[in-house]
């Protein structure tokens, strides 16, 4: 007789013997990079920008030589110009030109007067005494129109040196005084560079930090900086930092100029390679591992140079964090590294 076994009793069967032996899936594991933070400066490099402008020390002045009217600006600010180039022309303002003619007047007169003292004194009518007073008179109103013919002369204002046209301080149209300013002109080798600088900067730059200058036609130069001025303008709510550009260096008086300076970090500082990096909706974030472990660590970062950044909140000295492979990993997943 042939015994079969109940159904029910082959799916009891079953069920014993597989729940028995069942492995359970194993935890998902990342494969990451690591690096230790470590401790250090990061030297913070910041983007100024400024404009080049004459040193005071080789400045020259060009003023109007009598009241007159600023008729034309040949050479403008950051120009280049020749020892004896025009920078600007002049016309006689309504005063010095009737200053003039009457200078003229006056002297035709006196002249004239000298000229009838002289035939008197020839003819015995007037005393020698009477034909020097003449003369003296004569003189003295000659040398007045000579002035005022020279000042009128003068108001085609050249370039006393070469150099670079450093500013310009009235317009085409304007009334300018007797001595007043017009332009003023740089001599080459005494150019400098001023930029405009945050205040809360200008405090951590010091005299003799480096500066790298972009010339304007491509390429840098590097120099120390001069000085800081704190004071800020009422305008642009900056400070000054000043330095010398070098003779040779192809940056004119006036030309607008973009610098980077160098400001050193503390050697306390804790930095991590900056591919340790992430970033959370503005969140800055790292993946710390312990024990095989990734755990994600909010940051406050400081300074960027380079290929590291400084970490003012979040780690400590020795941690370490992911630089390869951050990016899948969730807080809690097993890692190992390559």
């Excluded at 010095?96 to 009518?125: V, Y």
């Excluded at 002035?147 to 450093?166: C, K, N």
């Excluded at 002109?185 to 809360?200: H, L, Q, S, T």
Aim: charged share 20%; with cysteine.
């Amino acid at each position: 007789m042939k015994y079969t076994m109940p159904f029910a009793a082959l799916l009891l069967l079953a069920a014993c013997s597989g729940g028995s032996d069942e492995e359970k899936a194993p935890a998902p594991t990342a494969l990451v990079k690591l690096a230790r933070v470590e401790q250090g400066a990061v030297n913070r490099r910041v983007t100024l920008y400024g404009a080049a402008e004459g040193g005071s020390a080789s400045k020259r002045v060009l003023t109007s030589p009598a009241a007159a009217i600023v008729a034309r600006i040949v050479a403008p600010a950051g120009t280049r110009v020749a020892r004896g180039q025009v920078v600007a022309i002049l016309t006689p303002a309504a005063d010095t030109s009737l200053e003039l003619a009457k200078a003229s007047g006056e002297a035709r007169a006196a002249d004239a007067a000298l000229a009838r003292a002289e035939r008197l004194r020839a003819d015995g009518l007037v005393s020698n005494a009477d034909v020097e007073t003449a003369r003296a008179a004569a003189r003295s109103a000659d040398a007045t129109r000579a002035s005022l013919s020279g000042r009128a002369a003068g108001l085609v204002l050249r370039a006393p040196v070469g150099g670079f046209v450093d500013s310009i301080t009235a317009n085409p149209g304007d009334a300018v005084q007797a001595g007043a300013t017009v332009a003023t002109i740089a001599e080459p080798d005494d150019a400098r560079a001023r930029f405009g600088v945050d205040p809360g900067l200008a405090t951590a730059i010091h005299p003799g930090d480096g500066l790298r200058i972009a010339r304007p036609g491509g390429g840098t130069v590097d120099v120390p900086v001069l000085s800081v001025a704190t004071v800020v303008d009422p305008q642009t709510r900056l400070a000054s930092l000043f330095a010398a550009i070098p003779a040779g260096s192809g940056i004119g008086v006036g030309e607008t100029l973009k610098g980077e300076v160098s400001l050193s970090g503390q050697g306390d500082t804790l930095t991590i390679p900056y591919a340790a990096l992430l970033d959370d909706g503005g969140q800055s974030y790292v993946f710390v591992v312990t024990g095989g472990t990734a755990h994600r660590r909010d940051v406050v970062i400081g300074p960027v140079a380079g290929d590291r950044v400084a970490i003012t909140r979040g780690l400590g000295t020795g941690d370490q964090v992911v630089t390869e492979g951050g990016t899948a990993l969730e807080d809690g997943m097993k890692v190992r590294t390559k």
